[in-house]
C-alpha cells in the first residue's frame, strides 16, 4: 500500500478531530454507562459483587507518568497473564477462567470486546445506541475477584457504523472498522468501558489492523486516524486509563492469509504510524511477536523491527500475544519445547538480557507479558497455543426416563509444563526466575474446578 501524501494525512486527521468535536450530529445520545462498575442482570442498576476485588486491584491504576512503566512489577518481575481464549470460544466459564490465570501467578487478562455484540443495534429515531454489558461485566467481576485487572481490547464495528459496507453482524471472521462520520462512536463506546470498568488495566484500540481478518482492508492512515480520536478522547475523559496502541501482528512483509485476506508487514505498517506521528497518541505500544516454534530468531526479529524505529524510543512496550503451539495442523512442537522456548523470551524481557538486542536499550521499555492462552480443548489442532487443555462434565439426569439436565459441575484443567513453571517460580517463597532447564516433558495432573464456586 503506498503511503499517503502529509497533506493528505493531515487533511484526513483534521476530519476526524473535527467529527469527534461534533458528538449531537453523530455520536450515540445514550450515556457511558452506569456509575457502578458492575450490572449482572442488565437491568441498568450497579450490582456490587461479593466479596468484590481482591486487595491488589481493589483501586484504579494513577495516571502514567511518561517515560514510567505502565504496571508496577510483581514480586521483582513484569506482570503476566493470558489471552482469555476459554471465555471468547466458551471453552470454560469466566469464574473459572480467572482462577486459572490467578493460579499461575496471572494479573492481567486481555479480553475482546466486540463491537458489534455489545452495541448492535441504532435507533434512527432516537439515535439512542444501549449496551449490553452482561458479558463484559461478569469478566470484570470475576477477574477482580481473584486479583486479575481486565486489558479490553475492542474491535469488530457494527453494520450500523460502517456505511461501506462488506460485513454483516453474522460474519464473526469479517471485522469492519467504523466509518468517519462513527469514529466517535467508537471513541463512545471506550469512554463507556472506562466509566463502567474503572479497575481496569487498559483499553487497546483494535487487534492486529495490519491484518484483513481483523480490519477488512487494512489501512494504516485510517488506524492511526481512530487512534488519534481514541488517544484525544479518553485523554479528555479519562486520563488515567491506560490506552494501548498497535496490537500488530509480527509477520515482515505484505502478503495474504490463507484466505486471501490482505495483511500489511510489520515495517510497512510502521513506516506509516511513525509518519503520521501516531507513537504520540498512546501510554504503550503492543504488538505479537509470535515465534511459532521453539526458535528465538523470529521473536528476536521482532524486536530488531521496532528498535529501528525512532518514534519508539521513549514508547512503552506490551507484548500482549505471544506463544508456540503444541497441535496446530501438520506441525506439532515438545511440550517440553515450549516451555522453554517461552520461558527464555519471557526472562530476556524480564530482565532485558544482551542477547535480545545487543547495544539498544529498547528491552527495558517491556512493562508486561501475555500468553495466548490458557486454555485448549484436547485433541483439537485449530488452536495449540493453550498452556493446559480443558474440559467440562455435565450433570447425569436425575432418574430414569427424565430429560438429561445438562447443568455444568465442574471444569478439569491439565498444566501443561510451561504453566507449571511459570507457577513454581512466582509461587516461590521468595519468588524466583522461571528455568528453561526446569521445564519438564509432560502435562501435570488434572486439577479440579467447580464451575460455580470459587
Not at 517440553?336 to 538480557?353: I, K, T
Not at 471444569?411 to 516461590?428: D, H, I
Request: charged share 15%; glycine share 10%; with cysteine.
Amino acid at each position: 500500500m503506498p503511503k499517503t501524501g502529509l497533506s493528505g494525512r493531515i487533511a484526513g486527521l483534521a476530519v476526524v478531530l473535527t467529527i469527534a468535536g461534533a458528538h449531537a450530529a453523530y455520536g450515540c445520545t445514550n450515556t457511558a454507562g452506569s456509575t457502578g462498575y458492575l450490572n449482572v442482570d442488565g437491568s441498568g442498576a450497579a450490582v456490587v459483587p461479593s466479596p468484590g476485588p481482591a486487595p491488589g486491584v481493589s483501586s484504579p491504576l494513577s495516571r502514567p507518568v511518561a517515560g514510567s512503566p505502565l504496571f508496577d512489577r510483581i514480586s521483582g518481575h513484569v506482570p503476566t497473564g493470558f489471552n482469555l481464549g476459554s471465555i471468547s470460544t466458551g471453552r470454560a466459564n469466566a469464574r473459572v477462567t480467572a482462577r486459572v490465570v490467578a493460579d499461575m501467578g496471572g494479573t492481567i487478562g486481555r479480553q475482546a470486546i466486540s463491537w458489534k455484540g455489545i452495541q448492535p443495534n441504532r435507533n434512527l429515531v432516537s439515535g439512542a445506541c444501549a449496551y449490553d454489558w452482561r458479558g463484559p461485566d461478569l469478566v470484570y467481576e470475576f477477574l477482580l475477584m481473584h486479583g486479575v485487572r481486565p486489558l479490553w481490547v475492542v474491535a469488530d464495528a457494527p453494520q450500523w457504523a460502517n456505511t461501506l459496507g462488506g460485513c454483516t453482524n453474522n460474519q464473526s471472521q469479517c471485522s469492519m472498522p467504523p466509518d468517519a462520520a462513527h469514529v466517535i462512536d467508537y471513541v463512545d463506546l471506550l469512554r463507556a468501558i472506562a466509566q463502567r470498568y474503572p479497575l481496569s488495566a487498559a483499553v487497546e484500540v483494535w487487534n492486529e489492523p495490519n491484518m484483513g481478518r481483523y480490519w477488512k482492508t487494512p489501512d494504516p492512515v485510517a488506524y492511526d486516524q481512530l487512534l488519534h480520536a481514541a488517544w484525544d478522547g479518553m485523554q479528555s475523559s479519562y486520563p488515567a486509563m491506560r490506552v494501548l496502541g498497535g496490537a500488530l501482528s509480527p509477520i515482515p512483509y505484505d502478503t495474504q492469509d490463507q484466505s486471501g485476506r490482505p495483511i500489511i508487514g510489520l515495517s510497512h505498517f510502521l513506516d506509516q504510524m511513525q509518519a503520521d506521528g501516531a507513537f504520540a497518541w498512546m501510554h504503550g505500544f503492543s504488538f505479537h511477536p509470535y515465534p511459532g516454534q521453539p526458535n528465538p530468531d523470529i521473536f528476536k526479529a521482532t524486536f530488531t523491527t521496532l528498535a529501528s524505529y525512532s518514534g519508539l524510543a521513549d514508547t512503552r512496550l506490551f507484548p500482549d500475544e505471544l506463544g508456540i503451539p503444541t497441535s496446530v495442523q501438520a506441525t506439532v512442537w515438545s511440550e517440553h519445547d515450549q516451555c522453554a522456548q517461552l520461558v527464555d523470551e519471557f526472562n530476556w524481557m524480564n530482565s532485558g538480557a544482551p542477547d535480545l538486542l545487543p547495544g539498544n536499550a529498547l528491552w527495558a521499555h517491556v512493562d508486561g507479558v501475555l500468553f495466548h492462552t490458557e486454555t485448549q480443548k484436547p485433541g483439537v489442532s485449530s488452536d495449540g497455543y493453550g498452556f493446559g487443555d480443558i474440559r467440562d462434565d455435565y450433570q447425569p439426569p436425575l432418574a430414569s426416563g427424565l430429560p438429561p439436565v445438562h447443568e455444568l459441575t465442574t471444569y478439569w484443567y491439565k498444566p501443561r509444563p510451561v504453566y507449571l513453571e511459570f507457577q513454581r517460580a512466582f509461587a516461590a517463597t521468595p519468588p524466583t526466575t522461571p528455568s528453561s532447564s526446569s521445564c519438564g516433558t509432560s502435562a501435570g495432573p488434572e486439577v479440579e474446578y467447580p464451575a460455580n464456586s470459587g
